[in-house]
T-cell receptor
Framework: AQSVTQLGSHVSVSEGALVLLRCNYSSSVPPYLFWYVQYPNQGLQLLLKYTTGATLVKGINGFEAEFKKSETSFHLTKPSAHMSDAAEYFC?????????????FGKGTKLSVIP | GAVVSQHPSRVICKSGTSVKIECRSL??????MFWYRQFPKKSLMLMATSNEGSKATYEQGVEKDKFLINHASLTLSTLTVTSAHPEDSSFYIC????????????FGPGTRLTVT
């Protein structure tokens, strides 16, 4: 069984400050890991994903995440927060390695950016 | 590429009526589609997984007779909420996968259902 834990349901940062959203996972197979962003009353947009290969993954809007197997983590970072980054962020794990596209989501972290 | 649409984006219906939500993959063939429900300030709860041409697989606790899912073609899946009640009010999101090897689901914009 897979699970995803996102530490902190709400994170506030100042505009221009570092953004760090934490995600830890458990998986019985090599995981595929995703970060999605959701703006109010909208669906989910993929920020980035890790499947295989390079453990540092770069995504859209300046976000990146690093897969650390030893720590079972996939934290999302952005060097400098922008007001437009304020949204809900979801980390997810897929057991595609076992042949399924099904995603397991974390509970989400709401990011607020303070001017 | 990989665009998924949902229709309608918002719907208000009276208690006891049924409402159908459509999910379409616009530029790829979706072998698998997923339906999620999202409560306010909560994560996405997977309701069911459907593969084209076969019956949907429902998650534990999801009523099959209440949430009817049809995946008749590789580009269309529908969710019908039958005999809707106010507690069915929620944000319903579909996603589609099928691009070989991508391991990725592409999400629709969601449908806000309000049952009065």
């Amino acid at each position: 069984a897979q699970s995803v834990t996102q530490l902190g349901s709400h994170v506030s940062v100042s505009e221009g400050a570092l953004v760090l959203l934490r995600c830890n996972y458990s998986s019985s197979v090599p995981p595929y890991l995703f970060w999605y962003v959701q703006y109010p009353n909208q669906g989910l947009q993929l920020l980035l994903k890790y499947t295989t290969g390079a453990t540092l993954v770069k995504g859209i809007n300046g976000f990146e995440a690093e897969f650390k197997k030893s720590e079972t983590s996939f934290h999302l970072t952005k060097p400098s927060a922008h007001m437009s980054d304020a949204a809900e962020y979801f980390c997810a794990v897929s057991d595609l390695g076992a042949g399924s596209y099904q995603l397991t989501f974390g509970k989400g972290t709401k990011l607020s950016v303070i001017p | 590429g990989a665009v998924v649409s949902q229709h309608p984006s918002r719907v208000i219906c009276k208690s006891g009526t049924s409402v159908k939500i459509e999910c379409r993959s616009l530029d790829f063939q979706a072998t698998t589609m997923f339906w999620y429900r999202q409560f306010p300030k909560k994560s996405l709860m997977l309701m069911a997984t459907s593969n084209e041409g076969s019956k949907a697989t429902y998650e534990q606790g999801v009523e099959k007779d209440k949430f009817l899912i049809n995946h008749a073609s590789l580009t269309l899946s529908t969710l019908t909420v039958t005999s809707a009640h106010p507690e069915d009010s929620s944000f319903y999101i579909c996603s589609a996968s099928g691009l070989a090897g991508s391991g990725e689901q592409y999400f629709g914009p969601g449908t806000r259902l309000t049952v009065t």
